[in-house]
């Protein structure tokens, strides 16, 4: 096992009725930015749930914050901080909203241009206003990390951040919150989720056993629950089930003393900056393609993941692998994730412009070897055609 820090500092409130337990959580005095998405939480009633439970705070809303968040209306927001009358930050919302709200509270107390915080991926924060965050979508794990990915639209850029300042003071889990998700959501949340899961676990075998077996029952719930909640949208506890599952798919546990991959993550990013697609979309793309490409390096782990997960432990070690990522495969498209570049109406010319992006963004060797160089990047993009 390598060596490792572990520091998860946010408070979780999990269940059936708890947003109104968030008056506990944050001052009794506070003044409170409310941030949120396209208008999702004024259908379900999580708005009123939310402005109850806030009771006589001074309340300012914020609304708009479009998924894959945007550099220029994040900076609106921090506008309005800046005029002087905001001291806590409340995201209700999915992924976009929280991680908007990351962004939001380190670059209302940056001194210099805040870009530059994507630029450094964080490293230059060394404050941030305290926020909380209501989830409505698993998928991110954004409420329980310290990490957010901003997208500046004018020059197609779409980069990560991470800082300590940055987890959540609490989130509040309530898994009836999901019961209005569409079923590209719930989809899209199981698929990003799983992907979370594999670029922690696939990788090489550093004697982490522990770390290993959190990871497979985790890719096991998800293989498990997450169709049930596109037969059953209001059953309770698959929702429960796969909420939790999410947050601890990305809250830094399962990531503790193995390696790491991301690859298929920088990749994904450069899809949704040129041409839209939802995050998990394009891990869906690109995460077969990327395990058939890499199959020697990941060999060990791979076999690991066919027999446990998949339970194959007849034929030949490729056939074992090779099943066992066709499987994974049919699941991302069983939740309704397409996994073809084609699927979404692109071909081969539109191959060499993420690479270009990658290179901009200096993603020239990624993954957990470094050995994904930009021609291999390629490759792997050419056999998601
Ligand atoms: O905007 P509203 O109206 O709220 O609608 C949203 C949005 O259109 C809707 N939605 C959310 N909860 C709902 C709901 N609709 C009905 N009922 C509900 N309960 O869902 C749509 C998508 O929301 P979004 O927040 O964009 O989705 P997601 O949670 O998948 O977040 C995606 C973003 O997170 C980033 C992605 O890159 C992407 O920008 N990621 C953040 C990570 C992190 N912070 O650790 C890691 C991930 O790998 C990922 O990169
Ligand atoms: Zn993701």
Not at 15 to 42: C, E, F
Request: with cysteine; net charge negative; aromatic share 8%.
């Amino acid at each position: 096992m390598l060596n490792f820090d572990f520091y998860n500092p946010t408070h979780i409130l999990f269940g059936k009725g708890r947003i109104a337990d968030i008056h506990q959580a944050i001052p009794a005095d506070a003044k409170v930015l409310l941030l949120y998405g396209g208008g999702s939480i004024k259908q379900n009633g999580v708005f009123d749930q939310v402005i109850a439970a806030l009771g006589n705070r001074s309340i300012t809303e914020f609304a708009g914050i479009e998924p894959n968040p945007s550099y220029e209306t994040l900076m609106k927001a921090v506008d309005i901080i800046k005029q002087g009358s905001i001291d806590f930050l409340l995201a209700v919302g999915g992924g976009s909203v929280i991680d908007g709200t990351k962004f939001i509270a380190a670059a209302a107390l940056f001194e210099g241009d805040p870009w530059t915080i994507m630029e450094k991926h964080g490293r230059n924060v060394s404050k941030a206003l305290p926020f909380g965050s209501i989830l409505t979508l698993p998928a991110t794990g954004s409420e329980m990390n310290d990490g957010g990915v901003v997208t500046r639209q004018s020059i197609k850029a779409k980069l990560a951040f991470s800082s300590r300042h940055c987890f959540p003071k609490f989130s509040v889990l309530d898994p009836t919150t999901t019961y209005t998700l569409p079923p590209r959501q719930i989809g899209n949340g199981a698929v990003d989720a799983f992907v979370h899961v594999m670029e922690q676990y696939m990788t090489y075998p550093v004697n982490s056993p522990v770390q290993d077996r959190f990871a497979e029952g985790l890719l096991k719930t998800l293989i498990e629950e997450g169709p049930k909640a596109l037969a059953n949208p209001e059953d309770y506890d698959v929702r429960a089930n796969l909420m939790w599952c999410a947050t601890m798919a990305l809250n830094g546990l399962i990531s503790t003393g193995v390696p790491q991959d991301w690859a298929t993550h920088m990749i994904g990013h450069e899809l949704t900056a040129l041409h839209g697609i939802d995050h998990a979309q394009t891990l869906a793309i690109v995460l077969p393609s990327m395990l058939r490409v890499r199959k020697e390096a990941k060999r060990a782990k791979l076999l690991q993941f066919a027999e446990r997960i998949w339970d194959l432990r007849e034929g030949s070690e490729d056939s074992r692998i090779d099943t066992a990522i066709s499987r994974m495969q049919d699941y991302f498209e069983q939740m309704g994730v397409k996994t073809r570049l084609s699927d979404y109406h692109l071909g081969a010319d539109d191959i060499s412009p993420v690479i270009a992006a990658l290179e901009t963004h200096r993603m020239l060797t990624i993954g957990e070897k470094r050995d994904v160089t930009l021609d291999v990047s390629r490759q792997v993009l050419e056999l998601s055609l």
